[in-house]
Antibody
Framework: EVQLVGSGGGLVQPGGSLRLSCAAS????????MNWVRQAPGKGLEWISY????????YYANSVTGRFTISRDNAKSLLYLQMNSLRAEDAAVYYC????????????WGQGTLVTVSS | EIVMTQSPATLSVSPGERATLSCRAS??????LAWYHQKPGQAPRLLIY???TRATGIPGRFSGSGSGTEFTLTISSLQSEDFAVYYC?????????FGGGTKVEIK
């Protein structure tokens, strides 16, 4: 079964850092691009970052550029999101998503991990 | 940045009725458009990609159409499990962007 399991969320103070992880299973992780998407409480979906299958190409939303870094470890089938200089507006459920499992579009999503930014 | 605008914000429909949701892009995204729906407390689920191709496992009552800047998602006969929030997303250019969503609620 193709599956993504996110972890690493929690409560962090403004200005702090957090690293999210997304563990992949059931597919050849190194063959697929990956994305992070977030959803603030009661709000819509916001794409925040992309990484190519070999990690050589990354893209970010303007709202997180310079503060967040996406990376991956293909040997361990793990996707990461390093979040620095966190702000109140970064509080959200963070999802990892991929095409794997389907034939187009983001077919497989993680269950989401909650990040709370508060003093 | 390509802005995606969905309408209406809320759509009240009776079970068994047809629902038509719209999505407009601020510039052409050709056919690089996907539709997702999301129920409370759950991750989004892919319905349509390439503007009109149903994702694996999605029933035939869901259909997508359009290209360029105007897109439509049609649900031919709403079932109870279809009441949710629907999002369109363009993947033509960076940054990738979602519409604000259409909530389909029971009338």
């Amino acid at each position: 079964e193709v599956q993504l399991v996110g972890s690493g969320g929690g409560l962090v103070q403004p200005g702090g850092s957090l690293r999210l992880s997304c563990a992949a299973s059931g597919f050849t992780f190194s063959s697929y691009t990956m994305n992070w998407v977030r959803q603030a409480p009661g709000k819509g979906l916001e794409w925040i970052s992309y990484i190519s299958s070999n990690g050589s190409t990354t893209y970010y939303a303007n709202s997180v550029t310079g503060r967040f870094t996406i990376s991956r470890d293909n040997a361990k089938s793990l996707l990461y999101l390093q979040m620095n200089s966190l702000r109140a507006e970064d509080a959200a459920v963070y999802y990892c998503a991929t095409v794997a499992g389907g034939t187009g579009g983001w077919y497989t999503w993680g269950q989401g991990t909650l990040v709370t930014v508060s003093s | 940045e390509i802005v995606m605008t969905q309408s209406p914000a809320t759509l009240s429909v009776s079970p068994g009725e047809r629902a038509t949701l719209s999505c407009r892009a601020s510039q052409s995204v050709t056919s690089n458009l996907a539709w997702y729906h999301q129920k409370p407390g759950q991750a989004p689920r892919l319905l349509i990609y390439g503007a009109s191709t149903r994702a694996t496992g999605i029933p035939g009552r869901f259909s997508g159409s359009g290209s360029g800047t105007e897109f439509t998602l049609t649900i031919s006969s709403l079932q109870s499990e279809d009441f949710a929030v629907y999002y369109c997303q363009q993947y033509y250019d960076w940054p990738l962007t979602f519409g604000g969503g259409t909530k389909v609620e029971i009338k």
